[in-house]
């Protein structure tokens, strides 16, 4: 196991620092998944920049959760990558009591 996951681990005992962690798992889901979506088409930034009109510096700071996407985007990205944009509500996972 690696340090900065052990050390994680650690931190995720903290309740605080949980519930923190766990507000941005919709936000990292969105970015694993748009660059998920992008090397399954074997497209860098700069390609998915050409086919989209988004600039390649705007799809990185996506990437690195530096700014944040409004639907009208990640419909723009979901086309230049010939792909369907879906977005689903799921049950929450109930707390252990």
Not at 25 to 43: F, G, H, T, W, Y
Not at 72 to 92: S, T, Y
Request: net charge negative; no cysteine.
């Amino acid at each position: 196991m690696s340090e900065l996951k052990k050390n994680i681990d650690e931190q995720l005992k903290d309740p605080e620092f949980k519930e923190e962690w766990d507000d941005l798992d919709p936000e990292m889901e969105v970015i694993r998944a748009m660059i998920k979506a992008r090397n399954s088409q074997n497209l860098t930034q700069k390609e998915l920049a050409e086919k989209t009109g988004i600039d390649q510096a705007n799809i990185s700071k996506l990437e690195n959760g530096n700014m944040n996407p409004s639907l009208k985007l990640l419909k723009r990205l979901a086309d230049g990558m010939g792909m369907n944009l879906r977005i689903e509500f799921v049950p929450k996972k109930s707390k252990a009591i």
